[in-house]
């Protein structure tokens, strides 16, 4: 048995949402995905896109990914790694893919010179709480996360 992480490539687009999908259904938001293959390859791998992708293989089968981007801490003054989403096949969960995609993220951030690697968890994802909790990341209670989106954020921009 042999786990690799690669770059993903654009041929890997069908198979990026693929997971992404997996993963919305497992978090009871598959409505929310309103990606196309088509728009994943060029959000991902045009050559603006802030986004880049990791492909988790098993002997050469994809079974996971990982999307990420750089964002700015004015703090540190520093770039921060940003995990957007890292998704493991659920038949191929608990032989320690989600922790190898996660330990080489944190690698880039390392040779990358981020000051911070970060994501974001469901406060009802109790697995993947526990998880993170056993890799030492630190649950960061003290921010609270806003967002807007669709209507309001057109609302409010048009404002």
Not at 22 to 50: G, Q, R
Not at 126 to 146: L, N, R, T
Request: net charge negative.
């Amino acid at each position: 048995m042999s786990i690799s992480i690669r770059k993903a490539v654009p041929a890997d687009a069908a198979t990026i949402h693929g997971f992404i999908v997996e993963l919305a259904i497992y978090e009871k938001a598959e409505h929310e995905v309103k990606a196309s293959i088509a728009e994943i390859e060029t959000s991902i791998f045009s050559v603006e896109s802030p986004a880049k992708a990791l492909i988790c293989e098993l002997n050469g089968e994809a079974i996971g990914f990982a999307v990420y981007f750089y964002n700015y801490s004015t703090w540190q003054g520093r770039n921060g790694l940003y995990l957007e989403d890292l998704y493991v096949s659920p038949k191929h969960r608990g032989l320690g893919a989600g922790k190898f995609l996660l330990r080489h993220l944190a690698q880039i951030a390392v040779e990358e010179g981020c000051g911070r690697f970060e994501w974001s968890v469901l406060d009802w994802n109790q697995p993947a709480i526990d998880f993170y909790d056993s890799v030492g990341a630190k649950a960061q209670a003290e921010w609270v996360k806003y967002r807007l989106a669709g209507d309001d954020l057109l609302n409010f921009a048009n404002t």
